[in-house]
């Protein structure tokens, strides 16, 4: 039986978590297939879900499936993972899953810990913080469908449940495991559900993980999963660290493979990356016929476009990412066309989606690079994934992955503010 199951709330952050898993050396799988069959040597599965971006009514009932399935599997512990921005609208959905999470596992409450100091989140006393500014000054106030307009942790999440909603700060993290611990157990003693604990460093996380180890239930990123498997292996629950699995190769004087990368985030991050990758051919589709075409139409225009980049080129990006005001433009358009924002941006992520089933089931391409979460799952869905096995890292919390149980296809999966600028070139030469 694996240590963890973590369900995660988008692919990305689903991806996000096996790679850090891996980098702990414990045996990770990712799963997009809940029928996908495990094997015995999966020490760590993680569940790729859609709980972010689904309404919060539906993010409750498919919540109450994933975490019945988490539990049949008898995991030492059950993550519910989501985003180290802690993406989620004043009616959903972090809050309603956690509610269905606790009440499944059967614990009066869980810590919350979105910190992922490797990547530059932190909390302190409560409020949240992204590369040192807080998080509603941050890029993420204007994202499309999250937008987040309050730092403090603790008054956001008490908007997203009825149950209490408390602070467990630096200096008693600091303190050391004993000390949190028995800050802990105190607020679950008094009734209080939710336990948000400051993190500012990894080490920081790692006090964390010495003291939540033998949790049934935790929440947050993927920053205790990247310190928890060393505490397990001390504790005797796993055994030697695990190597990832080998890397794609080429023989000597073969051909590069091609690589496709779908840019669908509209992150400040991936607009950078964009930029950057100037030994890609661009590729950026005129949205606006979605608005007054069929989407066979658009797609057909597409395949043209892209496919004559691939005749010229090894390394070929589409891009639908726009900033701010272009989107704003593009969603003002299509409001007067009588499409609102959120099917705009169903109809984005869909085009590329079948933009990807066209590039492998006709092109042959084998090396896929697709930002942005909601267009991964989408992407993912479309080309009928089963599961993924953990190759590398290109950036942390950027694992590059290979299909099973075909081995055929590697890609990685990268969540919009996360990578360096020159992400995109990393990862094809990573993949080729």
């Not at 971006?53 to 995991?75: C, E, I, N």
């Not at 504790?235 to 779908?262: F, H, I, K, N």
């Not at 433009?329 to 705009?344: E, I, K, P, V």
């Not at 909601?374 to 009928?384: D, F, I, K, S």
Request: hydrophobic share 45%; with cysteine.
């Amino acid at each position: 039986m694996p240590v963890l199951v973590g369900i995660a709330d988008d692919f990305t952050g689903a991806s996000d978590q096996a790679g850090m898993l891996a980098r702990a050396g414990a045996g990770s799988v990712l799963v997009f297939d809940p029928g996908f069959p495990l094997g015995e040597e999966w020490q760590a599965v993680t569940y790729a879900t859609r709980l972010r971006s689904v309404p919060a009514a539906q993010a409750r009932l498919d919540a109450q499936g994933l975490f019945r399935m988490a539990r049949s599997l008898q995991p030492h512990m059950v993550q519910y993972k989501y985003c180290s921005t802690f993406d989620s609208t004043p009616e959903g959905n972090i809050g309603p899953v956690l509610d269905v999470a606790t009440d499944l596992c059967g614990v009066p409450g869980t810590i919350v810990v979105p910190a992922l100091p490797v990547n530059g989140r932190t909390t302190c006393h409560g409020y949240h913080f992204v590369l040192g500014v807080p998080l509603h000054e941050s890029p993420m106030k204007d994202h499309p469908l999250n937008p987040m307009t309050d730092s403090n942790l603790v008054r956001w999440l008490s908007r997203l449940t009825d149950r209490p909603v408390t602070l467990v700060s630096y200096e008693t993290v600091e303190r050391g495991p004993d000390a949190l611990r028995e800050a802990l157990q105190s607020r679950w003693s008094a009734g209080q559900s939710y336990v948000v604990v400051d993190c500012l460093s990894r080490r920081h996380a790692r006090l964390i993980a010495r003291a939540v180890w033998d949790l049934p239930l935790i929440s947050g990123s993927s920053a205790l999963p990247l310190e928890l498997p060393a505490v397990w292996r001390r504790e005797g629950l796993l055994g030697p660290r695990r190597r990832s699995a080998p890397g794609p190769s080429r023989g000597s004087g073969s051909r590069r493979e091609p690589v496709l990368a779908l840019a669908g985030s509209c992150a400040a991050q991936t607009l950078r990356q964009v930029a950057a990758a100037t030994d890609f051919a661009l590729v950026r589709p005129d949205l606006t016929r979605l608005l007054r075409e069929t989407a066979s139409q658009v797609i057909d225009g597409l395949t043209g476009q892209v496919g004559a980049a691939l005749t010229h080129s090894e390394l070929v990006i589409v891009a639908t990412s726009m900033a701010a005001q272009d989107r704003a433009d593009l969603q003002a358009q299509a409001a007067a066309a009588g499409m609102d924002a959120r099917a705009l941006g169903l109809a984005i992520e869909e085009l590329l989606a079948r933009l990807a089933v066209w590039a492998v089931q006709e092109r042959g391409i084998r090396r896929l690079l697709v930002a942005g979460g909601e267009t991964a799952g989408t992407v993912c869905a479309a080309l009928q994934l089963q599961a993924v096995e953990i190759l590398c890292d290109v950036a942390p919390g950027v694992p590059l992955c290979r299909s099973l149980p075909d081995r055929d296809l590697v890609l990685a999966l990268k969540g919009g503010n996360f990578g360096q600028d020159d992400f995109f070139m990393r990862a094809a030469r990573c993949a080729t």
